[in-house]
Each structure stands twice: as structure tokens, then as C-alpha cells.
């Protein structure tokens, strides 16, 4: 296996763990509105790269919006992936930004009661 592919692979990973992150944690964030919203949103990738399965070392990148962050696309009647694709989690960091400021609106509004 390739450096570029091996590298490519950690990154799929890496955006997929940090939308799975933000969706647990907008899930189990006490008093947050709207929590389907943003466990979706998590999920939300803005641009990203591609590659091929059967030549890896190949990497293309695109601009695009999709969900889920991470994907592969299949050939006819078989699982075996033709195109593995991961896009940014640009959602999950919207996400993450509103648990923070709902988290940082919360202990403010205790202190001062």
C-alpha cells in the first residue's frame, strides 16, 4: 500500500471520526434545540478528493457538497469499492462551533443567577 493512499485512508477516517464526534456530542448536549438538525449537519462535507480503487495512487480533488462525509461507490453487482471519496466535515465544525457557544451562553447564564 502507498504512502499517498495510506494518507488518503487516514484522512477518510479522520473526517469521519469528527463528524461521528459532533453528532454524539450534539446528541448528549443537555438543552441544545433542535438536535436532529445538527446530529444531520454533522454529516455534511464541503469538498474533498477521490480516488480510485484500483490505481490508489491516484488522488483528485473536488469541490462539492454532500452527506455523508465519507463514501464509496460500488461496481455492478459486486461491494468491492471502484471510487472511495471523503469530503471535508466542514458541518461537524459548525456543529462543534455551536456547542460551544451553547455551552459557553449555559455556564454564563448560571454564574450570574
Known sequence: MSLSFTAFLAAAFACLLVSL????LAL???GLALKPLWMV?????VGGAVTVWSTPEEV????GIALPTVSFSTGDGSWEPVLIRFLFPVGA???LGRLYWHRRSSSA???SA
Do not use: C, D
Open 21 to 24: 464526534t459532533a453528532m454524539v
Open 28 to 30: 448528549r448536549e443537555p
Open 41 to 45: 449537519l454533522a454529516f455534511v462535507g
Open 60 to 63: 483528485y480533488w473536488f469541490f
Open 93 to 95: 465544525l459548525l456543529v
Open 109 to 111: 447564564g448560571s454564574h
